[in-house]
């Protein structure tokens, strides 16, 4: 019994470190960028259009935002379409409110957004909880999506197994969580963030809490989902690869793509493959 409750401690904290782990690998410090503020449900969220051709936005992960999670994206697909690359609330150059972090209410920030800028139905591309939001958004807002892909996306809290889920919800601290964040990531934050790195500490425990969403997305509303899915993931991806297919299975028009030796960052760690593998999906003609 001992040695048992030793081994699911170490998975614990293995999950617990992936899960601070889960945002995007370093890159150089970006200035405030070619975006605006846009004034959507009562928050200011920054966004950068540029561009031409068929709308592809870009939801950014955890503890990321736009510039940091796809700059590959955004130097590849602005060449041929109209790129939005969208930081959420308390995210990248988007200030916070008082409120929790939501993946709903995000789904519904990006809703509003799009229909701000009448760009008509729109591809979507989510990483991590990018892919969570852009799951929330095929589901509720039909009408303004055409193709979703998503990488790392979860649709339960519990998906590293429930031990993991209540070690991170119950029995680790907000500020424990937040000194296992990589200096990197509050590097990052610092540079951008309108709210100052005095806030660093709220923005965290937000995302803990975000990140213990029990329910993400039901596989009822899975499979209400019309638009075609690519649900894309490493084959050593911080989201198990069980988990990943029965996202992928709950699908009524899924498709499915591992990439080998990729990790959760795949936009990242395979830019060339990523891209030329969003683009030929999002090409192709016919709903599946």
Known sequence: MMAKRCCLAKVARAALLLLTCCVAAPAPVWAFGSGRLYDVHGVKLYAEVLGSGPPIVFLHGGFSFFDRSFADQKA???AFRTVVGIDQRGHGHSPDDARPFSYLEMAE?????????HLGPADIVGH????????LLARYHPELVRRVVVSGANFRGDFAGLFAYARLRWWTSAQRFAAGIPVSVRH???AVSPDGDSHWDIAA???????TTWTVISPEDLRAISAPVLVVAGDHDVIPLEHTIALYRSLTAGRLCILPNTGHDTM?????????LTRAFLDEEGPQ
């Open 128 to 135: 991590s909880d990018g892919g969570n939001v852009a799951l």
């Open 76 to 78: 590849y697909f602005s």
């Open 268 to 276: 990242i760690q395979r830019p060339s493959l990523f891209n030329e």
């Open 109 to 117: 920030d990006t809703a509003g957004l799009l229909q701000q800028l």
């Open 188 to 190: 990052d934050y610092d």
């Open 205 to 211: 425990a937000k995302t803990k809490d975000l990140w």
